[in-house]
């Protein structure tokens, strides 16, 4: 994209508002489906470019975006976006990243770049069906790697199963942790429960592979590459976030099992 | 159960265990496979440095050096991101036994094996973040080395 195109389009801080949104929109895609920080920075400064902007500065952090771009002729724009929760959608991720490299290359027009945003977010989502799958077989598979027995690989299956369709359920007013708390108690509580009445052999095995579909690996990995690759404020935020929600787990889990007196 | 088949297994459930959580992590259908491999050749390292004799940090830094390496060249090729191969392949080393055994030493208020886990929980996730970190400067080393020399 070349400055006499902006021209065309007539350089007005209209243009430039819409710019920053479509920047915006991309650097959104990106961080709330699992993007480190310095990609989202990256990404949304270079579309802004790639579309004649001489000037910009974006911030962003795990729950925020702040950007602002200024046109060659002084057309100034800044925007704000809150990102409400993260999640683990990779594919997503993958097809902002495509997306963000397709516009930067400067193949598209502006009106083109809106249309395929839009289509991106209009694309069908990745069947519930394989999430669900991928509960079950994680959970049983990992019960059985750390040593459990055929019996505590099912046991553990079917509470993975149980986990990953609560946690896909939509409850925008259940706050995070509470949700993580709620999630590793009722874990905690099936696992030694099963031991009790008989399916279950061993408690330990089976709350092991549970455990490792809570555990927040995404936020966990995400803040260690934001702290080394310069992102400080960034990356301590997301440590102490998955840090808390790792207290969380422990704390359901212990309840857990002080209620149903297993494994002691 | 003998020895063979206990590591026959451990191999097929990492692999199996991977492959469930790159579905959790909704990754594309195209880089399952992939990532599943991924999962399964770390943990070979991983055990294979423990057979070899080192301590619980140095395999972890070895695996996760290698898992850092592995997605960064698959990232390049399939053009995807790095953390779609990244994050599937790091599941068979983490620490969540010893998470585990860590809390339950804690609740037993048995603070011998709670230390004892609590550090090798610690050791295992550090040597993971140096590791994967050594990875990724590497090879933007390495482009960044090969870029240069181009130019000249």
């Known amino acids: 994209m070349t400055n006499e195109n902006v021209i065309a389009q007539g350089k007005t801080s209209d243009f430039c508002d819409d710019l920053l949104r479509i920047a915006m929109d991309i650097g959104e895609g990106l961080l709330k489906n699992g993007a480190e920080v310095h990609r989202v920075e990256d990404s949304v400064t270079r579309i802004c470019r790639a579309y004649g902007a001489v000037h910009t500065e974006v911030f962003c952090i795990h729950s925020v975006i702040i950007a602002a771009a200024r046109m060659?002729?002084?057309?100034?724009?800044?925007?704000?976006r809150r990102i409400q929760s993260v999640s683990n959608n990779l594919s997503a991720l993958e097809d902002f990243n495509a997306l963000s490299r397709k516009i930067c290359s400067g193949e598209y027009s502006f009106e083109e770049a809106d249309e395929l945003i839009r289509n991106i977010k209009n694309r069908k989502p990745y069947p519930l069906f394989f999430v669900l799958f991928g509960g079950i077989l994680a959970a049983g598979a990992?019960?059985?790697?750390?040593?459990?027995?055929?019996?505590?690989?099912i046991v553990a299956a079917i509470i993975?199963?149980?986990?990953?369709?609560?946690?896909?359920?939509?409850?925008?007013?259940?706050?995070?942790?509470?949700?993580?708390?709620?999630?590793?108690?009722?874990?905690?509580?099936?696992?030694?429960?099963?031991?009790?009445?008989?399916?279950?052999?061993n408690t330990?095995?089976?709350?092991?592979?549970?455990?490792?579909?809570?555990?927040?690996?995404?936020?966990?990995?995400?803040?260690?590459?934001?702290?080394?690759?310069?992102?400080?404020?960034?990356?301590?935020?997301?440590?102490?976030?998955?840090?808390?929600?790792?207290?969380?787990?422990?704390?359901?889990?212990?309840?857990?099992?002080?209620?149903?007196?297993?494994?002691? | 159960?003998?020895?063979?088949?206990?590591?026959?297994?451990?191999?097929?459930?990492?692999?199996?265990?991977?492959?469930?959580?790159a579905l959790v992590f909704r990754v594309h259908y195209k880089?399952?496979?992939?990532?599943?491999?991924?999962?399964?050749?770390?943990?070979?390292?991983?055990?294979?440095?423990?057979?070899?004799?080192?301590?619980?940090?140095?395999?972890?830094?070895?695996?996760?050096?290698?898992?850092?390496?592995?997605?960064?060249?698959?990232?390049?090729?399939?053009?995807?991101?790095?953390?779609?191969?990244?994050?599937?392949?790091?599941?068979?080393?983490?620490?969540g036994s010893y998470l585990y055994y860590t809390m339950e030493n804690l609740i037993?208020?048995?603070?011998?094996?709670?230390?004892?886990?609590?550090?090798?929980t610690l050791e295992v996730a550090i040597g993971i973040?140096?590791?994967?970190?050594?990875?990724?400067?590497?090879?933007?080393l390495f482009f960044y080395c090969k870029n240069k020399c181009r130019k000249k």
């Open chain 1, 142 to 153: 990992f019960a059985v790697f750390f040593g459990g027995s055929w019996r505590d690989g």
């Open chain 1, 160 to 201: 993975g199963l149980i986990i990953t369709t609560i946690d896909n359920l939509k409850l925008p007013h259940l706050n995070p942790m509470a949700k993580t708390l709620l999630l590793s108690f009722l874990a905690g509580t099936l696992s030694s429960l099963s031991v009790r009445i008989g399916p279950g052999e």
């Open chain 2, 31 to 95: 880089h399952l496979p992939v990532a599943a491999v991924g999962g399964m050749l770390t943990y070979l390292i991983y055990k294979l440095a423990v057979i070899g004799g080192a301590s619980l940090l140095a395999a972890a830094v070895f695996s996760a050096f290698f898992m850092g390496l592995f997605s960064e060249i698959c990232a390049r090729i399939l053009r995807a991101p790095m953390a779609v191969f990244l994050l599937p392949c790091a599941i068979p080393i983490v620490p």
């Open chain 2, 1 to 21: 159960m003998s020895e063979t088949v206990r590591t026959f297994l451990e191999f097929l459930t990492a692999f199996l265990g991977t492959l469930g959580f």
């Open chain 2, 108 to 120: 037993t208020q048995n603070f011998a094996d709670f230390r004892f886990y609590l550090m090798n």
């Open chain 1, 72 to 80: 060659a002729d002084g057309a100034y724009s800044s925007q704000i």
């Open chain 2, 129 to 140: 973040a140096v590791g994967t970190s050594a990875a990724t400067i590497g090879v933007s």
């Open chain 1, 204 to 264: 330990d095995m089976i709350i092991i592979g549970t455990i490792m579909l809570l555990i927040p690996g995404l936020a966990l990995g995400n803040a260690l590459r934001d702290l080394v690759g310069g992102d400080t404020l960034a990356g301590t935020l997301r440590i102490v976030q998955s840090c808390l929600s790792a207290v969380m787990i422990a704390i359901g889990y212990t309840l857990a099992l002080l209620l149903t007196g297993g494994a002691f």
